[in-house]
């Protein structure tokens, strides 16, 4: 039988194509929204679970586009440090000593935070290793994701682990995509991960873009996070970052390119030409003193651009709302405070995130047939959120995660009231210090 979910009474901050908001409700039949309106009392919506929104908003699930659920143990372990030896004294040796029970246990916190802040798709970038651990985690999390292996095979200082051989990570990979694209009617996909060009071979890179291509899968990487890599491209390559990517094949628009702090002109045209995606990670660029990206600009130049928290040992919150407001707030002392509006960041926050994952036609707007991948606020009785005014700068300026009530993926309720369902959060945080204590005695023998 048809399960049908009616939202009574809500606020739809639609982030459709003319941003109507509509006073109203709304119905949700099995996994897709079949309704809105004045619609309560008809015979469509006889039947109905009642969702009483009491004129809160209702937001489509939030999409982060640049994630690394395999790291979330390392939070507040890895702070104020230099990248370079962030990821050499402590991701690294982490991620090349972490099982697969271990690393099970790290996403489950990060789906946990990702879910109960109403992020309903990610992008992930894992580890070298242990792949179908994650895969497990995000089947039971009922949220969409592309997900894929990391790949590394150049760099003397890459823990031995961590180190693979050229074809050896072209293969795994392969392997990975022929078992996990197309997962759960499609709500998983596979994306092919080579880390950034400072770990990756000429030959990995070219190798991973054209077998991405043949099979029409998406590729996702870091960029231009740092000055480095447009110095190593430099040195090595005769070009810059984005210009090497694009040498070998891999600025596509099936690319999602995490950071994209410090970019030429040359290449912002690269990525507009290429439809590029850009996921702007405003905590861990400042966290980590990469710098601001440009973010107006890449806008105004038709770059896809899109949000993501980036793992947590680097933010340390995995949390859309507050990168929302950095996002909006970053720009304003460079470009004046017109940049970056909150209704724009939050199209930043939801479709244009699902269009980064070719999902913007089922996901990141309240629209009819869309999937119910959505989020029910609770802002009328946070004196912080109100009492009132322009409703995007409520829920961009004014909302925490404190805020969600109810979260849906694909008409599934994974949120009820605050509450998690169907996870023991506090056997969870009890296994994940255990975890972490594990983890931070085996990660020794990779420290260099
Ligand atoms: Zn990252």
Request: one cysteine or more; aromatic letters at 4%.
């Given at each position: 039988?048809?399960?049908?979910?009616?939202?009574?009474?809500?606020?739809?901050?639609?982030?459709?194509?003319?941003?109507?908001?509509?006073?109203?409700?709304?119905?949700?039949?099995?996994?897709?929204?079949?309704?809105?309106?004045?619609?309560?009392?008809?015979?469509?919506?006889?039947?109905?679970?009642?969702?009483?929104?009491?004129?809160?908003?209702?937001?489509?699930?939030?999409?982060q586009?640049h994630i690394h659920l395999c790291q979330t143990l390392m939070r507040n372990m890895a702070d104020d440090m230099v990248l370079?030896d962030w990821l050499?004294k402590r991701i690294?040796?982490y991620e090349?000593?972490?099982?697969?029970?271990?690393?099970?246990t790290s996403s489950?916190i990060a789906l946990a935070e990702l879910?109960l802040g109403?992020t309903?798709?990610i992008?992930?970038?894992?580890?070298?290793?242990?792949?179908?651990?994650?895969?497990?985690?995000?089947?039971?999390?009922?949220?969409?994701?592309?997900?894929?292996?990391?790949?590394?095979?150049?760099?003397?200082?890459?823990?031995?682990?961590?180190?693979?051989?050229?074809?050896?990570?072209?293969?795994?990979?392969?392997?990975?995509?022929?078992?996990?694209?197309?997962?759960?009617?499609?709500?998983?996909?596979?994306?092919?991960?080579?880390?950034?060009?400072?770990?990756?071979?000429?030959?990995?890179?070219?190798?991973?873009?054209?077998?991405?291509?043949?099979?029409?899968?998406?590729?996702?990487?870091?960029?231009?996070?740092?000055?480095?890599?447009?110095?190593?491209?430099?040195?090595?390559?005769?070009?810059?970052?984005?210009?090497?990517?694009?040498?070998?094949?891999?600025?596509?628009?099936?690319?999602?390119?995490a950071?994209?702090?410090?970019?030429?002109?040359?290449?912002?045209?690269?990525?507009?030409?290429?439809?590029?995606?850009?996921?702007?990670c405003p905590s861990s660029n400042l966290k980590l003193a990469s710098?601001?990206?440009?973010?107006?600009?890449?806008?105004?130049?038709?770059?896809?651009?899109?949000l993501g928290a980036d793992g947590a040992p680097c933010n340390n919150n995995l949390d859309q709302f507050i990168e929302m407001r950095l996002?909006?707030?970053?720009?304003?002392?460079?470009?004046?405070?017109?940049?970056?509006?909150?209704?724009?960041?939050?199209?930043?926050?939801?479709?244009?995130?699902?269009?980064?994952?070719?999902?913007?036609?089922?996901?990141?707007?309240?629209?009819?047939?869309?999937?119910?991948?959505?989020?029910?606020?609770?802002?009328?009785?946070?004196?912080?959120?109100?009492?009132?005014?322009?409703?995007?700068?409520?829920?961009?300026?004014?909302?925490h995660r404190a805020?969600?009530?109810?979260?849906?993926?694909?008409?599934?309720?994974?949120?009820?009231?605050?509450?998690?369902?169907?996870?023991?959060?506090?056997?969870?945080m009890?296994?994940g210090r255990?975890a972490l204590?594990?983890s931070v005695?085996?990660?020794?023998?990779?420290?260099?």
């Open positions: 039988m048809m399960k049908k979910t009616l939202f009574k009474n809500a606020t739809l901050v639609t982030m459709n194509a003319s941003y109507d908001i509509v006073n109203g409700d709304l119905l949700v039949e099995d996994d897709k929204i079949t309704a809105i309106g004045d619609i309560a009392n008809t015979e469509q919506a006889s039947g109905a679970k009642i969702i009483e929104c009491n004129g809160n908003p209702v937001i489509p699930g939030f999409v586009t370079i050499k690294w040796p090349a000593a972490l099982d697969a029970q271990r690393l099970a489950r879910v109403g309903t798709a992008v992930d970038m894992g580890t070298v290793h242990h792949t179908e651990s994650i895969v497990e985690c995000v089947k039971e999390s009922g949220i969409d994701a592309v997900l894929g292996k990391c790949m590394m095979d150049l760099g003397d200082e890459v823990p031995g682990p961590m180190r693979e051989k050229t074809d050896d990570s072209l293969k795994e990979s392969l392997r990975l995509f022929n078992a996990i694209n197309g997962l759960e009617k499609g709500r998983i996909e596979y994306g092919f991960a080579p880390r950034f060009a400072i770990s990756c071979t000429e030959k990995l890179l070219r190798d991973v873009s054209e077998m991405a291509l043949d099979l029409n899968a998406f590729v996702h990487t870091h960029g231009s996070e740092t000055t480095y890599e447009n110095e190593f491209a430099h040195a090595n390559y005769g070009c810059s970052n984005i210009e090497f990517l694009e040498r070998v094949g891999m600025t596509t628009e099936k690319t999602i390119i950071h994209g702090v410090h970019l030429a002109d040359n290449d912002i045209d690269v990525l507009s030409r290429c439809r590029t995606v850009i996921a702007h710098g601001i990206a440009n973010i107006p600009l890449l806008d105004k130049r038709g770059v896809r651009i899109s996002a909006a707030l970053l720009q304003k002392p460079i470009h004046g405070p017109t940049a970056m509006p909150a209704k724009r960041v939050l199209k930043l926050a939801t479709i244009d995130g699902a269009n980064a994952i070719q999902k913007g036609d089922v996901l990141g707007s309240l629209e009819l047939g869309k999937f119910a991948s959505l989020v029910v606020l609770e802002l009328d009785n946070d004196p912080g959120a109100g009492p009132g005014g322009d409703i995007y700068s409520r829920i961009v300026y004014g909302t805020n969600v009530k109810h979260v849906f993926a694909r008409g599934k309720q994974l949120v009820d009231d605050g509450e998690l369902i169907g996870v023991d959060l506090g056997s969870l009890s296994e255990q204590k594990v005695e085996e990660m020794q023998k990779f420290v260099s």
